[in-house]
Nanobody, 118 residues
Framework: QVQLVESGGGLVQAGGSLRLSCAAS????????MAWYRQAPGKQRELVAG???????NYADSVKGRFTISRDNAKNSVYLQMNSLKPEDTAVYYC????????????WGQGTQVTVSS
């Protein structure tokens, strides 16, 4: 069983920044992939950014150049630095743990709300 706890969400004005954190427990963190997803009201959950166990990253086109995903294996944590925030970034952000061999094995965090005001 893997437990994920997100933090760092909140209310920010457009153009501002937030840093989300996700702390994992119950697994060998360094050998698993991690990702951030988001879900806005009335929309499907979508991938924001991912980072492999080896540190390779990928981003949704909508956040490239503004968001940065990183991980600290010593702290069993993954982060999402969000800069130049826009109102359309408003959503609940979820952390996802993905088994590095079998991606059908995954866990979600409880989510953290990010609200960007115009």
């Amino acid at each position: 069983q893997v437990q994920l706890v997100e933090s760092g969400g909140g209310l920010v004005q457009a153009g501002g920044s937030l840093r989300l954190s996700c702390a994992a427990s119950g697994s060998i963190f360094s050998v698993n992939h991690m990702a951030w997803y988001r879900q806005a009201p009335g929309k499907q959950r979508e991938l924001v950014a991912g980072i492999t166990s080896g540190g390779r990253t990928n981003y949704a086109d909508s956040v490239k150049g503004r968001f940065t995903i990183s991980r600290d294996n010593a702290k069993n944590s993954v982060y999402l630095q969000m800069n130049s925030l826009k109102p359309e970034d408003t959503a609940v952000y979820y952390c996802k743990w993905i088994h590095f061999v079998d991606p059908r094995q995954y866990y979600w965090g409880q989510g953290t709300q990010v609200t960007v005001s115009s």
